[in-house]
């Protein structure tokens, strides 16, 4: 939901396959994506609430890469050696 409590469901998952193809496309086996954000959070996300609290769960779109086979890292934890 927004914060206009409008569900916003169709968009994240039309971002989410999007990623997928572009990974797909390029042959992409890694992505590191921005931690906490309720689409690309690889262990904590915002809760939805919109006040800044945070919850233990992966995002929309990390939740799919890794469902095929791409490893998902945040900016805070990726290995520096890929």
Do not use: H, W
Not at 16 to 30: D, E, G, R, S, W
Not at 46 to 63: P, V
């Amino acid at each position: 939901m927004n914060k206009n409590g409008n569900d916003v469901t169709k968009e994240y998952l039309k971002g989410a396959y999007m990623a997928l193809q572009i990974c797909k496309q390029f042959n992409l086996t890694v992505a590191i994506l921005k931690e906490k954000s309720p689409s690309c959070g690889s262990s904590k996300t915002y809760d939805g609430s919109f006040e800044g609290n945070k919850k233990e769960g992966t995002g929309l779109t990390a939740e799919l890469l890794r469902q095929n086979g791409i490893k998902v890292y945040s900016e805070d934890n990726f290995p520096r050696d890929i």
